[in-house]
């Protein structure tokens, strides 16, 4: 349980593990993509840097099954995701829209791409430059969570802000 | 008795049909109703075809597989045999075969012709009529012998069905291999049977959704190669792949139209909904067939082109629309519990096959084109893709199990009885059954 004492610094963890919680199966649900998962913890992210963004903001949010409406633990990560880019203007952005696996294929690849473009128009929203947001669906075929149960699925339902150039 | 000959590809030349002289009775001809709730499977005899080696053997247990796992037929144990065929030419010991309740008989001979291609003839007897059914020859490369196996399984099966056969088909699917979180997929091609699988793809871009041409060898499919996922067309015989077009956005769910023609997709809009449109392939122009804010994709197309099928969450989860092929009408025609997707357009025209979700369960099942006699074939932890057979009887789809693994490929007949594993060398999704080969 070593992981969790890294990964409690990132907020949407926080509310992952919360809603886990609530769901009365929090225990043994790994976090993949995690700051953990990549051997960092928040104190030695260099400030500006991908890393400080996945480990210190919150690189994705989850969405209800069926939905891309963005729910209030995800405004949180968004508006924390807003200021941070807004800081380190360099970085282009893709926002990945994603679907569990209990869904059919092509309908989960327009599922994911509603995710992807209510992810960035709320980023939009919030001062990003639209300029600089693309989007992309993978449907359900990047899961990051392989399980058989709701909890875990509910990690797979997700939007992703993923950075590429240079930060600074 | 009058017998058509199918059309024949160049590398299968040359069928003639073989007459056996003799004078029999009129009487009843076996047969079997496909339409009958529940079908007892067709007791029947394939012996060993004659030849020097072993491919005679070889083709008369392709044939067998392929009867025995339509479901209509039941080949008899060749140690029940008590006639040992020796010469296809003079008409069997009726009794030998009756006594077994044989009650169709095919026997067949495989020889090799001066230019070194295979010949193979066979004949079909209704061993209780004591009449020959169907006698045929074919004559191919050897390379080709299942293919010869395939036609010959199709001309018994269509005898006695009076249904057009499917074996002499090939499925193109997505071949899955590596850990469900980074899964690498190929784009692969096979005998309806599994066999003679080869891979089109080399696994470098996800690729997804292969569909086959009704009208040449070829495959449309989408593929994230662009780094965008938008919808390729595949030659399967050069391997030659090009991008359908430039769209200023994401496209996918690609399907022929019945003509070959046009290809029917999705296009996902920048507001992060997606329309149907339709491509033609010669002037690459595109003509919208839907505008609604919602989802609207996996379309399809009824075999007289004069409709589509499509899924849509206008209504506020995903079910099963039906419209004209120029997106007039729009109608809702899946009104179960639970959400419908993936509709395909029976090649007969008379039902639509989907994917239904209700109860955390996914089934694949049928309806009418008017949505009335919904069926569930099978049900599970996931079913999905349904594809059918050209002949309108079975449908193949994928299943997966819940957990790390991955999917597999089985086909289903429309009593929903007859369920098979289609063997595959990997995980395998995405299948889409070919034409009828000519």
């Known amino acids: 349980m070593i992981r969790f004492e890294g990964l409690a610094r990132n907020p949407a963890v926080i509310a992952l593990v919360a809603g886990l919680a609530l769901a009365g199966c929090a225990s043994k649900k790994t976090i993949p993509n995690s700051a953990a998962d990549i051997g960092l913890s928040a104190n030695n992210a260099v400030p500006g840097s991908s890393q400080d963004f996945t480990v210190n903001v919150g690189d994705r949010i989850f969405f209800d099954t069926d939905s891309s409406v963005i729910r209030a633990d995800a405004q949180q990560t968004l508006a924390r995701q807003a200021q941070w880019l807004g800081q380190y203007p360099n970085y282009a952005i893709t926002i990945e829209g994603h679907a569990d696996e209990r869904g059919t294929r092509e309908y989960n690849i327009a599922l994911g791409a509603r995710r992807a473009a209510a992810t960035r128009d709320y980023l939009a929203s919030l001062g990003v430059n639209a300029g600089r947001l693309r989007t992309i669906s993978y449907g359900k075929e990047r899961p990051v969570a392989v399980c058989d149960d709701i909890s875990c699925w509910s990690q797979n339902r997700r939007a992703v802000t993923v950075l590429s150039g240079a930060g600074s | ?438």
């Open chain 2, 1 to 438: 008795m009058p017998h058509f000959l199918k059309p024949l590809v160049a590398m299968i030349a040359g069928a003639a049909a073989l007459a056996v002289a003799m004078v029999v009775p009129a009487q009843a001809l076996v047969e079997i109703d496909v339409n009958k709730g529940v079908i007892e499977p067709l007791p029947i005899a394939i012996t060993d075809f004659i030849s020097g080696n072993g491919i005679g053997t070889q083709i008369s247990d392709v044939v067998a597989a392929d009867l025995a796992r339509s479901g209509l037929f039941k080949p008899i144990e060749k140690g029940a045999f008590v006639e040992k065929i020796s010469n296809p030419d003079v008409a069997p010991r009726f009794a030998d075969w009756k006594v077994i309740n044989a009650q169709a008989l095919v026997i067949g001979r495989v020889s090799r012709e001066a230019d070194g291609r295979l010949r193979a003839e066979f004949r079909l007897w209704d061993t209780f009529a004591e009449q020959q059914l169907v006698g045929e020859q074919y004559f191919a490369n050897e390379n080709n012998w299942r293919r010869i196996a395939h036609i010959i399984a199709d001309a018994i099966y269509e005898r006695l069905t009076g249904e057009k056969g499917y074996f002499d088909t090939r499925v193109v699917f997505v071949d899955e291999s590596g850990p469900k979180d980074k899964r690498i997929k190929r784009l692969a091609i096979m005998d309806q049977d599994g066999a003679n699988v080869r891979y089109l793809t080399r696994g470098d871009d996800l690729v997804l959704t292969p569909r086959f041409s009704p009208t040449r060898q070829e495959v449309t499919y989408m593929s994230y190669a662009s780094g965008k996922p938008s919808i390729y067309l595949l030659q399967i015989e050069t391997g030659q792949r090009e991008p359908i077009g430039e769209f200023p956005g994401m496209t996918f769910a690609p399907r022929f139209s019945p003509d070959g023609q046009r290809v029917v997709l999705s296009f996902g809009r920048n507001d992060g909904n997606s329309n149907i449109y339709a491509m033609d392939l010669r002037s690459r122009n595109t003509q919208r067939l839907t505008e609604s804010n919602a989802i609207d994709t996996s379309p399809s197309y009824s075999p007289d082109g004069t409709q589509i099928t499509f899924t849509s969450d206008r209504a506020g989860r995903a079910q099963i629309y039906v419209m004209g092929a120029d997106g007039s009408n729009a109608k809702r025609i899946s009104f179960g519990e639970g959400t419908y997707s993936t509709p395909v357009w029976s090649p007969r025209g008379d039902l639509i096959a989907f994917t239904k979700q209700s109860g955390g369960e996914f089934s694949i099942g049928v309806m009418r084109p008017d949505g009335s006699g919904e069926r569930i074939l099978t049900t599970g932890f996931l079913n999905e893709g349904p594809t059918w057979a050209p002949n309108g009887r079975v449908i193949m789809f994928f299943r997966e199990q819940a957990g790390a693994a991955g999917p597999k490929l089985y086909s289903i007949d429309l009593t929903g009885r007859n369920e098979q594993h289609i063997p595959t060398p990997s995980f395998a999704s995405d299948p889409a059954w070919s034409p009828l080969l000519d």
